[in-house]
């Protein structure tokens, strides 16, 4: 056992981000990247920063469990596992948060995840869809935000879930009574009832009504959806 302590040096670190969205996988293996997000917030200098863990130290002396809390205290990830494998590999496993929407407060742009846990703030928008209307109350790193218009916002992340769902991605949305905007574009909505909406998303067609007018390169308009599967389209933005 002596010998195996001595020679039980950390030669690699197995790094692997897990997240619910297939699109969100990350493996590292020392510092080179097989599939990497456009952000650093997964970087494995990073995690090597965050923990301490480096090639070369004694794979007994690294305290997992610290690792672990290290990790997870970090907004973006939700659970890390931290796990020896002889004779000389630390691997390291963590489940990610994944951003979805924004919020702003005092002029700074919240992220949030699909649980509501504030992952970032920024000054410039990110490219994540803008839920309008929303007022914040408190907005902490790493916790759940709390908002005024709680049922509003409820109704904002279930259509985040249709969109997801549809494989649609909206910039901003926006409820006013019992409208529902879904902006593809600054210029270019999709308005109506939240119910027709959906429906919309559900069977496709709001997503070939939009790629139609994407093969045109029509960038401004109002797509309305009625009941009955009625589409109608206008150039003029209210």
């Not at 670190?13 to 997240?19: A, D, E, G, I, P």
């Not at 991605?169 to 027709?196: P, Q, S």
């Amino acid at each position: 056992f002596r010998n195996l302590w001595r020679s039980a040096v950390c030669r690699h670190l197995l790094y692997q981000v897990m997240s619910k969205k297939k699109d969100s996988v990350i493996t590292e293996k020392t510092d080179k990247t097989e599939n990497t997000e456009k952000n650093d917030r997964f970087k494995i200098q990073l995690v090597k920063q965050v923990t301490g863990l480096k090639e070369g130290v004694n794979l007994f002396e690294v305290d997992l469990k610290d690792c672990e809390k290290a990790l997870e205290k970090r907004p973006y990830m939700r659970d890390a596992e931290v796990k020896r494998k002889l004779p000389d590999t630390i691997i390291i496993e963590v489940d990610a948060r994944t951003p979805v929407a924004v919020v702003k407060q005092n002029g700074m742009f919240i992220m949030l995840d699909r649980e509501g846990y504030v992952l970032e703030k920024r000054k410039e928008l990110p490219h994540y869809t803008f839920f309008d209307g929303i007022t914040v109350s408190e907005a902490t790193l790493g916790q759940v935000v709390k908002v005024k218009e709680e049922d509003k916002y409820q109704q904002y992340m279930a259509l985040i879930d249709e969109m997801n769902a549809a494989d649609l991605f909206f910039r901003k949305l926006m409820i006013k009574d019992k409208e529902v905007r879904l902006y593809a574009r600054l210029n270019l909505y999709c308005t109506g009832t939240k119910k027709n909406l959906v429906q919309g998303m559900r069977d496709g067609n709001l997503k070939a009504v939009l790629y139609n007018l994407s093969k045109k390169d029509i960038e401004k308009g109002v797509v309305s959806v009625g009941d009955n599967n009625y589409y109608s389209f206008k150039k003029s933005v209210k």
